[in-house]
């Protein structure tokens, strides 16, 4: 891919998502309909899926980021059913699907209907959360869809590397692909595990948060291919080695997590919007593609094959959720109860992505005879017609169905107040740390930084609770609201005061810098705060 060709799919993939962020319809679901559009325009090149590029460059990322915004805690407290769908309901889509697909297609080798099967078998990583977050579902829901989607990939990957060595006529068994996949699921979170804890002690001792930040750029790349190296899941290291560092990330300092977080940000938005918007790209290399099967009779396949995909996970999903606590007495005490619209919910948000293409593009063109893999060219078709299908009528419809289910949605006002009584006992603690430091003859300090310093944590305790409190009848903020604008617009006064300054020459450049990396870093605390 020339450069410019990719600086272009960067520049509009972004520029589609922010005009996403105006509208009703999801990013994704934008971005694709922008690459369907766009793969016949004439003049646009030809953005050919490499899976050579997706899975060890972009996927690593990807998946690195939405583990380290998931919550080590809440995935090990719903460490079941979200086991059930990564691997469980992975697998059990892979043999049944496929075999459905083999029925429905006329001379689809039983091998090659499995690889189908293995390819659009997991959902993907990032259309499900980015809609649940959109859509503000339930907690637990939210963290089964992350759990799915962080853990899915790998047992895809070894289903498909099992059933394309059968397809490819090298051999393979089922006791053989149970083996690999217990070596690469093992082996990957061996490596996660073994490097976890050099990454976060390199993390703690790096003095230079610029050091800290380019570290961990390369952690992903490095934990996926470290992993891949061994023949163990890369996909599986790369998310233990971030849920470890998500956990764990209080304990690096201030300056390095503001980096991160706003270099970590565009990575996910670049990423995000390129990928969705190859997706749709994609539709006139594999219709071109297509060869013998005409476009009417792969479309008829396609159908069939998209209202499979579906019913088979509600086939797996509904007994996953409600058989085991029929069955166990001790998951009905340890795990809230649950009706009949979480499982729907979930069943419905199973779209399909990138990961499916990209699999489904390294199929090689041949066997190991020589021969033509069979059905190649249809099974490309058939795993995009399901990635677009599923982004579309369940992307779009699922948040008429959350509405019409009447889901209840996050309790803003008691997330507040539990977020206020922790900010309460935590400034208590500082409050009573900060009287035995000042009570220390080498910490004393003139009364009115002393009062600066008790201020400050007055401010911090208060400004919680006023978010619960009244509004102001005018502008209809609270008082923290309007704090927050002041503060803003004091900033901005003493901001442009430093540029007249600059350009007077009573200051040279070097130090207005360091004048507006100080105000810089108040107002990112200030929107931090506005945007938690």
């Known amino acids: 891919m020339e450069v410019l060709s990719l600086v272009g799919l960067i520049a509009v993939s972004a520029a589609v998502a922010g005009a996403a962020r105006r509208t009703p319809v999801p990013a994704p679901l934008l971005l694709v309909t922008a690459g369907l559009i766009a793969s016949y325009v004439p003049g646009v090149p030809d953005y050919h899926l490499d899976p050579h590029i997706v899975l060890p460059l972009v996927l690593p990322p990807l998946l690195h980021i939405a583990a380290l915004d998931s919550s080590y805690l809440d995935l090990r407290a719903n460490i079941r059913p979200i086991a059930l769908l990564s691997v469980g309901y992975v697998l059990f889509a892979t043999v049944v699907v496929g075999y459905l697909a083999y029925l429905l297609v006329p001379d689809l080798p039983l091998p090659a209907a499995l690889v189908l099967g293995a390819v659009i078998a997991p959902p993907d990583a990032v259309a499900a959360t980015a809609i649940a977050r959109r859509l503000g579902l339930p907690g637990r829901i939210t963290t089964i869809l992350q759990g799915e989607s962080l853990v899915n990939d790998a047992t895809a990957i070894t289903a498909f590397k099992v059933a394309l060595a059968a397809a490819l006529g090298v051999g393979a068994s089922w006791g053989g692909g149970l083996g690999e996949f217990a070596v690469a699921s093992l082996g990957g979170v061996g490596v996660g595990l073994a490097l976890m804890l050099p990454i976060h002690w390199l993390r703690r001792h790096l003095k230079e948060a610029l050091l800290q930040n380019t570290l961990s750029l390369l952690i992903p790349f490095v934990a996926y291919a470290a992993a891949e190296q061994v023949h163990a899941s890369g996909v599986l290291a790369v998310v233990v080695v971030a849920l470890y560092l998500g956990h764990h990330s209080w304990q690096v300092d201030f300056a390095t997590r503001l980096q991160e977080d706003a270099v970590w940000r565009m990575v996910a938005f670049v990423l995000e919007s390129a990928v969705f918007a190859l997706i749709g790209l994609q539709l006139a290399i594999v219709v071109e593609e297509l060869g013998e099967y005409g476009v009417g009779e792969a479309l008829r396949y396609a159908a069939g094959v998209f209202v499979a995909v579906v019913v088979v996970r509600f086939v797996w999903v509904y007994p996953a959720t409600f058989l085991p606590r029929v069955l166990s007495r001790r998951i009905r005490e340890r795990e809230p109860d649950t009706s009949w619209t979480a499982p729907l919910i979930v069943g419905w948000a199973g779209m399909r992505g990138v990961v499916s293409l990209a699999i489904a593009f390294s199929i090689p063109l041949t066997t190991s005879d020589g021969d033509d893999f069979p059905a190649r060219n249809l099974v490309l078709f058939l795993t995009f017609t399901t990635v677009i299908g599923t982004l579309v009528v369940q992307g779009l419809t699922l948040p008429s169905l959350i509405r019409a289910l009447k889901v209840p949605a996050r309790d803003v006002q008691a997330e507040t107040l539990a977020?206020?009584?922790?900010?309460?006992?935590?400034?208590?603690?500082?409050?009573?740390?900060?009287?035995?430091?000042?009570?220390?003859?080498?910490?004393?300090?003139?009364?009115?930084?002393?009062?600066?310093?008790?201020?400050?944590?007055?401010?911090?305790?208060?400004?919680?609770?006023?978010?619960?409190?009244?509004?102001?009848?005018?502008?209809?903020?609270?008082?923290?609201?309007?704090?927050?604008?002041?503060?803003?617009?004091?900033?901005?006064?003493?901001?442009?005061?430093?540029?007249?300054?600059?350009?007077?020459?009573?200051?040279?450049?070097?130090?207005?810098?360091?004048?507006?990396?100080?105000l810089d870093l108040e107002e990112a605390a200030a929107y931090r705060e506005e945007t938690a």
Request: charged fraction near 40%; aromatic fraction near 4%.
């Open 419 to 518: 977020e206020a009584q922790a900010q309460s006992k935590a400034s208590a603690a500082a409050e009573q740390r900060l009287r035995e430091l000042l009570e220390d003859e080498r910490n004393k300090l003139p009364e009115p930084l002393a009062d600066r310093l008790r201020a400050v944590l007055e401010r911090r305790r208060n400004a919680v609770w006023e978010r619960l409190g009244a509004v102001n009848a005018v502008t209809g903020e609270s008082a923290d609201d309007t704090y927050r604008r002041l503060a803003r617009e004091v900033i901005s006064t003493e901001r442009a005061v430093f540029v007249e300054l600059r350009n007077r020459r009573e200051i040279d450049d070097e130090m207005m810098r360091t004048l507006l990396r100080r």
